[in-house]
């Protein structure tokens, strides 16, 4: 069973879809947005896939809780946690506020943290597990404007590294995906000409699509990833090659 967290819409919503199409039953999570979570339980279930959706916000310590357990109840195993809830609150450092800094801090590393320390005690006991944790190019070479951002996901990486020597002796593998610009709700933001202007940057030329991170995620998730733990996977169109 795969628990994605933030998955009824963007990236989220294509890895649950991948996962469940390559034979996994997955828990769907939105914050608040039922009619989308419950749509893309839907598609899975049109799909001949297995799925339930869990209304659930990971940034309040007993949402994480219980979205696990229940998650945990719904199929009785939990085999693949992908931690993809993310929000921004962009702004200059100068500029930003503290509820800026906190609330994104909480989300997108607390948040993780949160449902990894929940979803762990299951795969200890059954001895194999995947966590992959959606990051961001921005974690990894920072961004104006997203200090806050670029903290989180640069600790989501640190993070993952730690997961993964803790638990890599019990079968458990911890990888990050660190994508950088993807068609989603989050990237709709930005105008057509910064759109524009970022593509200019992108060897392939091309914005990404959620489909390019699923698919990165369905491998980490598989048996054929079995020997790859504490990486991270950039996909990027090779805008931060080096
Ligand atoms: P999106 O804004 O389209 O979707 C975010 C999802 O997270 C939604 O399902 C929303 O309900 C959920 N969510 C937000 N806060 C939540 C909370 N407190 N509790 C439960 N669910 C919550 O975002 P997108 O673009 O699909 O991003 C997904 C992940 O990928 C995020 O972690 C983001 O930081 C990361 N990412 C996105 C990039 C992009 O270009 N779109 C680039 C690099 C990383």
Request: glycine share 10%.
């Given at each position: ?6 998955s009824s819409r963007g990236?989220g919503r294509?890895?649950a879809l ?10 769907v999570n939105g914050?608040?947005d039922t009619a989308t979570v419950e749509s893309a339980v839907a598609e899975i279930l049109d799909k001949?896939?297995?799925a339930c959706g869990?209304v ?187």
């Amino acid at each position: 069973m795969a628990l994605v967290t933030g998955s009824s819409r963007g990236i989220g919503r294509a890895v649950a879809l991948k996962l469940a199409e390559r034979g996994a039953a997955v828990v769907v999570n939105g914050r608040s947005d039922t009619a989308t979570v419950e749509s893309a339980v839907a598609e899975i279930l049109d799909k001949g896939g297995q799925a339930c959706g869990i209304v659930a916000d990971i940034g309040q310590s007993q949402g994480c809780s219980q979205l696990v357990q229940s998650a945990i109840s719904q199929f009785g195993r939990l085999d693949i946690l992908v931690n993809n809830a993310g929000i921004v609150r962009d702004q200059l450092l100068l500029r930003m506020s503290d509820e800026d800094w906190d609330q994104v801090i909480n989300t997108n590393l607390r948040g993780a943290f949160l449902c990894t320390r929940a979803a762990l005690r299951p795969m200890l006991k059954q001895r194999w597990g995947r966590v992959i944790n959606i990051a961001s190019i921005s974690g990894l070479i920072g961004n104006p404007g997203q200090a806050n951002y670029a903290a989180a996901k640069a600790g989501l990486v640190a993070f993952t590294k730690s997961v993964a020597r803790e638990v890599a002796s019990r079968g458990i593998t911890a990888n990050a995906i660190a994508p950088g610009f993807i068609q989603t709700d989050m990237t709709q933001r930005l105008n057509a000409s910064a759109q524009e202007e970022i593509v200019k940057h992108i060897p392939l030329g091309y914005i990404g699509d959620p489909q390019d991170v699923a698919e990165v995620a369905a491998f980490l998730a598989s048996e054929k990833a079995r020997y790859i733990t504490g990486q991270v996977l950039v996909v990027d169109g090779g805008l931060t090659m080096v």
